[in-house]
């Protein structure tokens, strides 16, 4: 079964708002990763949160992590239309293998 | 600087047929990975390589799947009596085990089965 879970599952904003992309999982973790998929296409390492992190930014994307309640949320600011893509959260729970969730998919309407 | 690539990038074979698809990995990782992923779905873990060692196969692989790394460079994996429900896209990606086992994705191999 899929660990991690995001929400919302479709997400259609306007060319400049912000999308905020929400991922739970279920089990303790060495760290977390976000990937963009485009479609029919292979996934793009978008950034890793370690576990002892709470926030990072690479760009324009922001990338929280609370460990308390399992969570972690992506926001991509100013948004452009070639965000347009499924955005994936996986865990590391062990070092090893990554499990993903089914993904959100992110259209930018221009 | 390449990334890892893969090998065919489409593959539309019978039912029945043996596939073998390939990945070269970055070439300093010593992590290599295999997922598999259906539309509409994440992707899921199938097996993995650290250097020439398999550590790990996911209950998803079936006996006519089998996976080798034989140098620890480039990996193999090889689909015996293909079914019509192997079809999907199998991904490749690669880490250094030491940098936090960071995955970078390749493009994916697109298998068909008619």
């Known amino acids: 079964s899929q660990q991690g879970e995001e929400d919302p599952q479709a997400l259609s904003i306007q060319e400049g708002e912000n999308a905020t992309m929400n991922c739970s999982y279920k089990t303790s973790i060495n760290n977390l990763q976000w990937y963009r998929q485009n479609s029919g296409r292979g996934l793009v390492h978008l950034i890793l949160i370690r576990s002892n992190e709470r926030e990072k930014h690479s760009g324009r994307l922001r990338v929280t992590l609370d460990t308390s309640k399992k969570s972690s949320s992506l926001l991509i600011t100013a948004s452009r239309a070639a965000d347009t893509a499924s955005y994936f959260c996986?865990?590391?729970?062990?070092?090893?293998?990554?499990?993903f969730g089914e993904g959100t998919q992110l259209t930018v309407n221009p | 600087d390449t990334g890892v690539s893969q090998d065919p990038r489409h593959k539309i074979t019978k039912r029945g047929q043996n596939v073998t698809f390939r990945c070269d990995p970055i070439?300093?990782?010593?992590?290599l990975y295999w997922y598999r992923q259906t539309l509409g779905q994440g992707p899921e873990f199938l097996t993995y390589f650290q250097n020439e060692a398999q550590l790990e196969k996911s209950r998803l692989l079936s006996d006519r799947f089998s996976a080798e790394r034989p140098k620890g460079s480039f990996s193999t994996l090889e689909i015996q009596r293909t079914e019509q429900g192997d079809s999907a896209m199998y991904l490749c990606?690669?880490?250094?085990?030491?940098?936090?086992?960071?995955?970078?994705f390749g493009p994916g191999t697109r298998l068909t089965v008619l």
């Open positions: 070439s300093e990782h010593n992590r």
């Open positions: 990606a690669s880490s250094l085990v030491e940098s936090y086992n960071e995955q970078f």
């Open positions: 996986a865990t590391d729970a062990d070092g090893s293998r990554l499990t």
